[in-house]
């Protein structure tokens, strides 16, 4: 539904869903294609990739993120795929840094392109990255990523402190048997570096179920095991509209998180949808909830009918995910296809 209660920050219509969720939140996965192949998120040989007309160009995604922020949307995340990869990334930052009401634009990424972008990234007004990486290991990277590429990733992450991006967060899946081990390593690159370690459950897409149920590694477990060996208290987590549950060593710059979107799920919290590469708004991480955008935008509809169809999405948008572990992998969604 769109809201008609105005307040002196928000605007006079604004996006409330079924369950009076405020939505001020868009992902947009820019592309779904990935120069890594990450074992819990992709296959080897790659997905049916979309096709070049099938993906919007930058000036439709502004067209739709205009329209969003119209009815209150304020932090854009821009994802995949790999958003790295979709040239000159930064003209479509600057673009919808321009959009009166949007005021925080972040990245999520692997990195790997990191280091030679972020210069134009925050001038163009990037705020914000999240960076994924696994495991410090470079045969171990080569393992879960399946392609070379772990010195590049550090150097994007070091280069993105360097630039002032604040909070950088490192997204980290834990699978066991795999790179569980490393908890502690990761975990103490807070304690003098200004960054936010997220330790990420390993959630069942495409055909990764199996890996997904011998893999699983719960939040209070990897809590448990940093724990052990250290005086870890609860934190504030930094701003940035995120889902996890904070955690900090005495006198660390940075903090550990756990993301638990399977053993704690928060989706009573939820205050974002998915643009996906092809012009679908996506209602939910998993499922089939989803609203085409880019048929009625080719067909020139205008901001303010764009922002009504995102009202009308709000009536699909389910009250929580039913993911379980084990879940039958036909329910799911790759990140890939839905925009990460
Ligand atoms: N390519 C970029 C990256 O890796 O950061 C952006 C897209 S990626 C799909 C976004 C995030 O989703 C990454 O942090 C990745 O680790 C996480 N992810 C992908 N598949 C996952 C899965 N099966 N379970 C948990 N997290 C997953
Ligand atoms: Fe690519 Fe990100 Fe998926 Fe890894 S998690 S395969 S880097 S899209």
């Known amino acids: 539904m769109i809201s008609l209660q105005a307040t002196r920050t928000s605007p006079a219509i604004s996006l409330v869903d079924e369950f009076s969720r405020p939505i001020t939140y868009l992902r947009v996965s820019v592309t779904d294609k990935c120069n890594l192949r990450c074992v819990y998120c992709m296959p080897e040989s790659g997905l049916a990739w ?24 304020r932090s854009i995340r821009l994802t995949g795929g790999e958003p790295l990869i979709r040239r000159e990334l930064s003209r479509l930052v600057a673009a919808l840094a321009a959009i009166p009401g949007i005021e925080d634009i972040a990245l999520s990424t692997n990195g790997l392109l990191l280091e030679e972008q972020i210069g134009a990234l925050a001038a ?17 990277f080569e393992t879960i990523a399946r392609r070379p590429g772990l010195d590049l990733v550090l150097r994007g992450l070091d280069a993105a402190i360097r630039a002032g991006l604040a ?25 003098d570096r200004p960054i936010f370690v997220r330790f990420i459950e390993v959630m069942p897409v495409h ?14 477990e990897i809590l448990e095991r940093i724990s052990a060996g250290a005086q870890l208290e609860a934190v ?28 704690h799920d928060y989706c009573g919290t939820c205050n974002r949808v998915r643009l996906t590469a092809d012009g679908r708004l996506r209602l ?11 048929t009625p935008l080719r067909a020139g509809a ?6 009504g169809l995102l009202g009308s999405a709000m009536l699909i948008k389910p009250a929580r995910h039913h993911l379980r572990l084990g879940e039958t992998a036909s329910r799911m969604r790759a990140f890939s296809e839905i925009g990460g």
Request: glycine share 8%; with cysteine.
């Open 50 to 73: 979309l096709g070049r007309d099938e993906i919007l160009s930058y000036e439709e995604i502004a067209e739709i993120v205009r329209a969003a922020a119209s009815v209150g949307v």
């Open 124 to 140: 163009a007004g990037l705020r914000r990255v999240n960076l994924s990486l696994d495991t410090l290991r470079p045969d171990r």
């Open 167 to 191: 909070p950088v967060k490192l997204n980290c899946v834990i699978m066991r048997g795999q790179n569980d081990d490393e908890l502690i390593e990761f975990a103490m690159l807070t304690k």
């Open 207 to 220: 055909e990764n179920l199996e890996l997904q149920r011998d893999a699983y590694v719960s939040s209070d």
């Open 236 to 263: 504030p987590g930094p701003h940035g509209n995120g889902p996890a549950r904070y955690f900090a060593f005495p006198g660390a710059l940075g903090a550990v998180g756990v993301i638990s979107p399977l053993s």
């Open 284 to 294: 939910c991480l998993f499922g089939d909830h989803a609203l085409d955008l880019r």
């Open 302 to 307: 205008s901001m303010e009918e764009l922002a």
